[in-house]
């Protein structure tokens, strides 16, 4: 049972807590599948998302969840708020919470921002990405996209390729699927692997073939344009060459291996467009996941909630 | 004016001894036996009688940042934990690169009457690294030492110039090291924690290149240099080898380095931020190591007293810094000395004795004709960190709850009672 009155980090989270998240947003997607029946849970709830950072799929992902629940729905972008005129986050948070708001879901370039807010609010703080700390709810849309796809997590082999250095997707990730039992490899050039990265249980390979050998599924991490100005590899078509993946890599992974991707995607960077457009992506029905998961997490949280009422 | 401390045990770098210690006209006038004379007495019965602490390495932010401590309370708090003597770095606003500030804060230490506080000039105009400051005109205003504290020279040849041409003044560079192009924004220590936060770290190599250097251009020159706040395994090694041989280089460390690690940054306690970062275990036991067998030379706070908005944001945008010169006696007293690692007479000479001696500062030893500079300390006494009620204005520390042992009772400087607890 989900009992906690935020969701900051895969980190901090139980196996059970984990499961319980995917059966939950796994009913959600059957719903959504069949013409969108999920119940009015969250009326007269509201949800703000606060975005300190760019975002399309994240942020919409979480505005649709909120109101296909039925939830009021607000959106603070920090360019159009009090941010720019220099309130500090702990006011924000404090303004919001006058407000009476239920949830805050929160997009901050700094790791550790949102448990900064989440002290300071009675709200539900649901971590939308927080620099290079954690991205929760991409993570679960990925293990839910899996466990559609294979009917379990335990026992999987998830290679993921890419910026792991920079990347909450990778670390959220590994967090939560090494508590599910699947087994996490990670490929980049040297410059974008995190220092002690192993000893939070991933497997660093010394090759993309090493990494995607019996891999059923193969993530690509997005890269930053401005990782590549800034020294860490020196030119794009440098980076596909060595790796990307195309073709030729996914012929080590294991039959009906998945490609992901959590987007958005550089076509013919991180993955060839042909495997992007291929069979074997589900990088669209990732989209969907994601919808499913945010649902499921503010309908658990505000479960908690009521509880504790 | 006469003073007798009757009763207890005086503790200096090299040995302990039940003594009396007689003050006449702020001066330590006799140590031993000492009969009444119906003069104010000190009952320091059960009390350890040390030479005034001394801490060559704190901020106290006047002028400039008055809201995050002043020479006042700052002095306050130093006389309250047990310190005779600060150094403070020039890292102000206006930034302490000329006599005229070292002048101001020589005469606002005067008015407060506390502590002595001697102040640091900046190797270049403005902390910025590129034009020497006027150097002679800083001594001759009462300047002890010369840093860019906060960062280091990064132009090496600015950095030579500057020790060749202090060196005419007798005065030593207090080197902050760090690569500023490798550090690159880095908040934490670059390892498994800042991997595991998210936070971004600054490697070792960002210290230990520039210790290194440092180290090099006063190795080449015949110069001395001292390192300021080591914190890292390599660090030490570094230092260890070039005192091997016969490099004049002294250096300095803070409690928290041999204290703590990097484990306590998870909770993003940006109180647990701090410049150089805390290390991992291996350094903080080589740091350990270092002040047991003398590699560094001396303990001091690098006190970095914030104010609360300055620390309740964002662990990328607080202050870096650590508020610690009420404790560092009790912390140093407790991690060290209680546990064994080294003995009650080295503490003295590290929080003492060499600092004293490494900026040429009358005192760190308890002899007749010397300033009465005393600390007298109760060594059972135990107690909880509280940092609410401390004197200083920066109540970030990461050590707030922590219990302690070895309180401050009395502080004299020049004879005349500063603090009293």
Known sequence: MLKRKDLLGLYDCSAEEIDEILTEADAMYESLDKGGKCGNVLRGKTLITLFYENSTRTRTSFELAGKYLGAHEVNISSAASSVQKGETLIDTGMTLNALKCDFIAIRHPMAGAPKLLAEHVGASVINGGDGMNEHPTQALLDMLEMRRRFGKIKGLKVAILGDIKHSRVAKSNLFGLKK???????????????????????????????????????????????????????????????????????????????????GPVNRG???????????????????????SVRMAVLKLLSRYREERL | MKLIIKGGTVVTAEKSFKADVLIEDGKIASVGKIADSGCPVIDAKGLHVLPGLIDMHVHLREPGFEGKEDIESGSRAAVAGGFTQVCCMPNTNPVCDNAVVVSYIKNRAKQVNLCKVNPIGAITKGEEGQTLADIGKMKQAGAVALSDDGKSVMNSQIMRLGMEYASGFGLKCLCHCEDAALVDGGVVNEGYNSTLTGLKGSLRAAEDIMVARDIALAESLNLPVHICHVSTYSAVEIIRSAKARGVRVTAETCPHYFTLTD????????????????????????????????????????????????????????????????????????????RGEISLNALVKLMSANPACILGLEGGAIAEGLPADITIVDLSAEYTVDADKWYSKGKNTPFNGKRVKGKVKYTLVGGEIKYQG
């Open chain 1, 180 to 262: 599910l039992g699947a087994e996490v490899w990670m490929y980049s050039p040297a410059t974008l692997m995190p220092q002690g990265i192993d000893r939070l249980g991933a497997k660093i390979a010394k090759s993309r073939e090493e990494a995607v050998e019996g891999a059923d599924v193969v993530m690509g991490l997005r890269i930053q344009l401005e990782r590549q100005t800034g020294g860490l590899f020196p030119s794009l078509s440098e980076y596909s060459k060595f790796y990307g993946v195309n073709d030729a890599v996914m012929k080590y992974a294991k039959p009906g291996a998945v490609i992901m991707h959590p």
């Open chain 1, 269 to 291: 960077v991180e993955l060839t467009p042909a495997l992007i457009d291929g069979k074997s992506s589900v990088i669209v029905d990732q989209v969907t996941c994601g919808l």
């Open chain 2, 263 to 338: 484990d306590v940054i998870t909770s993003f306690d940006t109180n647990t931020k701090v410049n150089p970062p805390l290390r991992e275990e291996k350094d903080r036991k080589a740091v350990t190591e270092g002040l047991k067998d003398g590699t560094i030379d001396c303990i001091v706070t690098d006190h970095a007293p914030h104010s609360q908005k300055d620390k309740q944001v964002e662990y990328n945008l607080a202050a870096f810094g650590i508020s610690g010169i009420e404790i560092s006696f009790a912390l140093s007293y407790t991690q060290l000395v209680e």
